[in-house]
């Protein structure tokens, strides 16, 4: 039904700046970059076993004609890789794209396929870096398009409807699997080879059914345009590790990450993100020498408050507030391209 005379226009009938037209399509580009999502398998019983990365990006956009009904699709493939194999220089070479790509007046919104393995940093990470209003969903799916019961078609079709809804402007990166909307500052893989893989302790934004976006919730934190982070600005990503904790560590581990020229090290400690007593030492020792030193937990959910189980400010420690080890080593990179010191990497884990 259109608007009455001279009534106000409702959002979702408002032209955008970049959108086609008002009546038209939105332009959705569709960068690929591998994954389980293009990947094969030698029979339809193979869901666990077959190659990643195999389909090129025409094929993906051909094998799901129904994207034409919700918007103008193009294709790009960036790269084709298993994403447990992406490394820094990937992440900075794709958010760099994508910012180019939202920056032109004829693409309305940008689609990411991705393997699941590292999706949620690579989702965190443009979170954090492409400053625009845009939408930018990342996908991916849990089983190969030769399989039973794959998931990748709908997954994209999802993800390409997020990525021209207009509901879907400035909140944040998505993640659209398996029916849901996810933000990708706090998604995560939680378990491997079922369709259901990816979730958040804080839950999902929203669903696609039937090529419609239907939202719930925004994300609170800071995020893209209103980041600090410019992927323009950034050439490279200092080296950040994670060291696991357990019973019975030993410092070696800690020290292996400093002499590999890590500037920060992400503890993924157990319960609070908590420190051995025998370990105590060689953290305080690593931080007086320069490394940084981010408290975050293996435990996945809830999140690290300061000066709790150990001293935070008389060490010097910086806490990861709810990011699990992964996100806290994407953030922490990020953030050391503009300061190392650390009441200031401290808000910014409070912040984003
Ligand atoms: N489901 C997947 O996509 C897993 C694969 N290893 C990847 O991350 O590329």
């Given at each position: 039904?259109?608007?009455?005379?001279?009534?106000?226009?409702?959002?979702r009938?408002?032209?955008?700046?970049?959108?086609?037209?008002?009546?038209?399509?939105?332009?959705?580009?569709?960068?690929?970059?591998?994954?389980?999502?293009?990947?094969?398998?030698?029979?339809?019983?193979?869901?666990?076993?077959?190659?990643?990365?195999?389909?090129?990006?025409?094929?993906?956009?051909?094998?799901?004609?129904?994207?034409?009904?919700?918007?103008?699709?193009r294709?790009?493939?960036?790269?084709?890789?298993?994403?447990?194999?992406?490394?820094?220089?990937?992440?900075?070479?794709?958010?760099?794209?994508?910012?180019?790509?939202?920056?032109?007046?004829?693409?309305?919104?940008?689609?990411?396929?991705?393997?699941?393995?590292?999706?949620?940093?690579t989702?965190?990470?443009?979170?954090?870096?492409?400053?625009?209003?845009?939408?930018?969903?990342?996908?991916?799916?849990?089983?190969?398009?030769?399989?039973?019961?794959?998931?990748?078609?709908?997954n994209?079709?999802?993800?390409?409807?997020?990525?021209?809804?207009?509901?879907a402007?400035?909140?944040?990166?998505?993640?659209?699997?398996?029916?849901?909307?996810?933000?990708?500052?706090?998604?995560?893989?939680?378990?491997?080879?079922?369709?259901?893989?990816?979730?958040?302790?804080?839950?999902?934004?929203?669903?696609?059914?039937?090529?419609?976006?239907?939202?719930?919730?925004?994300?609170?934190?800071r995020?893209?345009?209103?980041?600090?982070?410019?992927?323009?600005?950034?050439?490279?990503?200092?080296?950040?590790?994670?060291?696991?904790?357990?019973?019975?560590?030993?410092?070696?581990?800690?020290?292996?990450?400093?002499?590999?020229?890590?500037?920060?090290?992400?503890?993924?400690?157990?319960?609070?993100?908590?420190?051995?007593?025998?370990?105590?030492?060689?953290?305080?020792?690593?931080?007086?020498?320069?490394?940084?030193v981010?408290?975050?937990?293996?435990?996945?959910?809830?999140?690290?408050?300061?000066?709790?189980?150990?001293?935070?400010?008389?060490?010097?420690?910086?806490?990861?507030?709810?990011?699990?080890?992964?996100?806290?080593?994407?953030?922490?990179?990020?953030?050391?391209?503009?300061?190392?010191?650390?009441?200031?990497?401290?808000?910014?884990?409070?912040?984003?």
């Amino acid at each position: 039904m259109g608007a009455l005379p001279g009534a106000p226009l409702q959002a979702r009938e408002m032209p955008e700046a970049g959108s086609a037209t008002a009546t038209g399509k939105p332009n959705v580009v569709i960068l690929a970059t591998g994954g389980t999502i293009a990947g094969a398998g030698a029979d339809a019983s193979n869901s666990a076993t077959y190659q990643a990365a195999k389909v090129p990006v025409d094929k993906l956009i051909a094998a799901v004609p129904a994207m034409a009904n919700v918007a103008n699709v193009r294709g790009e493939q960036v790269f084709q890789i298993a994403s447990e194999s992406f490394t820094d220089a990937q992440l900075v070479q794709l958010g760099k794209r994508v910012s180019q790509l939202l920056k032109q007046d004829d693409v309305d919104g940008v689609v990411i396929t991705h393997g699941t393995d590292t999706l949620e940093e690579t989702a965190l990470f443009l979170n954090l870096v492409v400053k625009s209003d845009k939408p930018i969903v990342v996908v991916g799916s849990m089983r190969p398009s030769t399989a039973i019961s794959a998931d990748g078609a709908l997954n994209l079709l999802d993800a390409v409807t997020a990525a021209g809804s207009k509901e879907a402007v400035g909140k944040g990166v998505l993640v659209t699997m398996n029916d849901y909307i996810q933000s990708g500052r706090d998604v995560t893989k939680r378990t491997n080879i079922v369709p259901s893989a990816f979730s958040s302790q804080w839950g999902p934004l929203g669903m696609v059914v039937e090529g419609k976006t239907y939202f719930f919730r925004a994300p609170y934190k800071r995020h893209n345009a209103s980041s600090e982070f410019d992927i323009d600005t950034i050439e490279s990503l200092p080296l950040v590790a994670i060291v696991y904790g357990s019973g019975n560590m030993f410092p070696g581990a800690y020290k292996a990450a400093v002499d590999a020229g890590a500037k920060a090290i992400v503890n993924a400690g157990t319960g609070n993100g908590s420190v051995p007593g025998y370990l105590v030492d060689t953290l305080k020792d690593i931080r007086g020498k320069g490394t940084l030193v981010i408290r975050s937990s293996r435990v996945g959910d809830g999140f690290v408050l300061r000066n709790a189980e150990q001293p935070d400010d008389k060490y010097d420690w910086v806490v990861a507030h709810d990011f699990n080890p992964q996100k806290a080593k994407i953030l922490a990179a990020v953030a050391l391209t503009k300061t190392s010191d650390t009441k200031e990497l401290q808000r910014i884990f409070w912040e984003y």
